[in-house]
């Protein structure tokens, strides 16, 4: 599913402008991390663990898309922003200072394992499925973009990036690119840990992907 950036934040505020009784519930089930659907059934918010949405990582919800009758994951961060931005455009301001925290509902830890990642298409394919990236197409230039923005993806407290030096031996430029990305993501983020590990000490391997 292809959606621009402003889109998702446009999604969110619609699904957020339907039939529910009254804004108080919003933040209860956001609160709670309890999914819902309007009166019609035609849109909601589902959290992992429900039915009907088996991709949905840890700290993201689902959102029911407004075009294709299909659910699109986000962030939980992204649509935390959303609805506290929508309830103070409502005049809700006791309501939006009630929710949670954004930033506590990012998800805490991830580890990565580069080993096998031979190809820059397999290393492209494991970056977006691990870490939330919305785009379908892109390039490690997407992907510098997508971790920059939490709309776009669902990147963790703590990210530990292991087999570093296989992508390194394998694919030295992409290795290369990879590292200015982490750079610029240290720069952006300093409160956020991301480790480079050489080897594999987790054990993670290639075999969950």
Not at 56 to 79: C, D, K, M, T
Not at 87 to 93: A, F, I, K, N
Not at 99 to 121: I, N, Q, W, Y
């Amino acid at each position: 599913m292809k959606i621009k950036t402003d889109e998702i934040d446009d999604l969110l505020y619609w699904t957020l402008q339907q039939s529910w009784p009254v804004e108080q519930h919003l933040v209860d089930f956001a609160s709670r991390k309890v999914g819902f659907v309007n009166n019609e059934g035609s849109c909601g918010v589902r959290y992992p663990g429900s039915g009907g949405c088996p991709r949905i990582l840890p700290g993201q919800v689902a959102v029911h898309h407004w075009r294709q009758g299909e659910f699109l994951a986000v962030s939980e961060v992204a649509y935390l922003n959303v609805m506290t931005q929508f309830l103070r455009d409502r005049g809700e301001d006791d309501l939006a200072n009630s929710l949670p925290v954004p930033e506590s509902r990012r998800r805490e830890r991830l580890v990565l394992d580069l080993a096998g990642a031979g190809t820059v298409s397999i290393l492209v394919s494991y970056l977006k499925k691990q870490l939330g990236l919305l785009h379908s197409e892109m390039g490690m230039a997407g992907i510098k973009q997508a971790m920059m923005d939490d709309r776009l993806s669902n990147m963790p407290r703590y990210l530990m990036i292991e087999g570093f030096g296989f992508v390194e031996g394998f694919l030295p430029a992409t290795c290369k690119e990879l590292q200015d990305i982490i750079s610029c993501y240290r720069n952006a983020f300093p409160d956020r840990v991301l480790t480079l590990c050489e080897d594999s000490p987790s054990g993670e391997g290639q075999s969950r992907r």
